[in-house]
């Protein structure tokens, strides 16, 4: 099959993409620079050059493919556009990415009780009112002849696929741990994430493009740690003694920014992949803490 995918470059675009290509996929892939262009290629994957704004890009990519991947740009209405009305009435299959923070709230590091699936409604908080419209519109477009798909992972966990690089949570909490000589959380720490391995993530894209019928929406994780488990987790894979220590919400602020502060390192998001499991997603990988300790993160 001939598949476009956006982020051909990233995390998650990358993986996904080197993966499709490896199991004999015909892969074009959007890349920003003839840099990242030569990176994909030696992958197998045919680069495009472009950005999320270039809308005739994306529509013409879209339109040559059989199936198109979109895991990069959650909240980038312009290129979800640009590629559904390219799509509308072709029936293939348009698969979105969406991230979990959907369901947080600004908690200050304190823990939540609330846990959703797909079935659960949500108010989102007004930093991801936008993004939870989009998700809508997408999976709109199943009554336009074609087939969105959404996936929407938790806190994502080690390397990616043949690109080296990594996600978000677990690197900051790294990097400051090594910055200040012990890890440090937001607030208590006492806030929790649901989270899922990059190896087991990419096979659901899979299982979505062969399986998932048009306007599914499945939320990706396999366990969940609170900020404080992870970071007691980083200091004893730096050999640091003692137990992290608390930060203010104004130092973690500083730190991170406001917003990756307040609604990603210091919010609760907690869901259960309940609609992946019965498509058949399998996940097996090393849990967040095993992997922080023993795996790819003391390398």
Request: proline content about 5%; overall charge negative; glycine content about 12%.
């Amino acid at each position: 099959m001939k598949i476009f995918c956006t982020g051909a470059s990233g995390y998650i675009g990358g993986s996904v993409a080197a993966h499709l290509a490896a199991s004999g996929h015909q892969v074009t892939g959007l890349v920003r620079s003839a840099e990242k262009a030569d990176a994909v290629r030696a992958r197998g994957i045919e680069p495009v050059l472009g950005t999320l704004d270039d809308a005739e890009i994306l529509a013409q990519a879209a339109r040559a493919a059989d199936i198109v991947v979109k895991p990069a740009g959650a909240d980038h209405k312009g290129a979800v556009i640009a590629m559904l009305d390219a799509l509308a009435g072709s029936g293939k299959p348009f698969i979105h990415t969406s991230g979990s923070s959907i369901v947080g709230t600004r908690a200050r590091g304190e823990r939540s009780d609330a846990i959703f699936d797909e079935d659960t409604p949500i108010t989102p908080s007004t930093a991801r009112a936008a993004r939870v419209a989009l998700n809508q519109f997408i999976l709109s477009y199943r009554d336009k002849g074609c087939r969105p798909v959404i996936i929407c992972p938790s806190l994502i966990y080690g390397i990616g696929h043949g690109t080296g690089r990594d996600s978000v949570q677990v690197p900051l909490l790294i990097a400051l741990a090594r910055k200040r000589g012990c890890a440090a959380h937001a607030g208590p720490g006492e806030n929790i994430w649901s989270n899922v391995h990059i190896d087991d993530l990419v096979p659901l894209y899979t299982l979505a493009i062969d399986k998932a019928p048009a306007g599914a929406f499945y939320f990706a994780e396999n366990g969940e740690n609170s900020m404080r488990e992870a970071c007691e987790a980083i200091n004893r894979m730096l050999g640091i003694a003692g137990p992290p220590s608390a930060m203010s919400m104004q130092e973690a602020a500083a730190e991170w920014g406001e917003g990756t502060a307040e609604d990603t390192m210091a919010s609760n998001s907690r869901v259960r992949a309940t609609r992946a499991r019965q498509l058949g997603w399998q996940p097996s990988a090393r849990g967040l803490i095993e992997e922080i300790e023993q795996g790819c993160y003391g390398e």
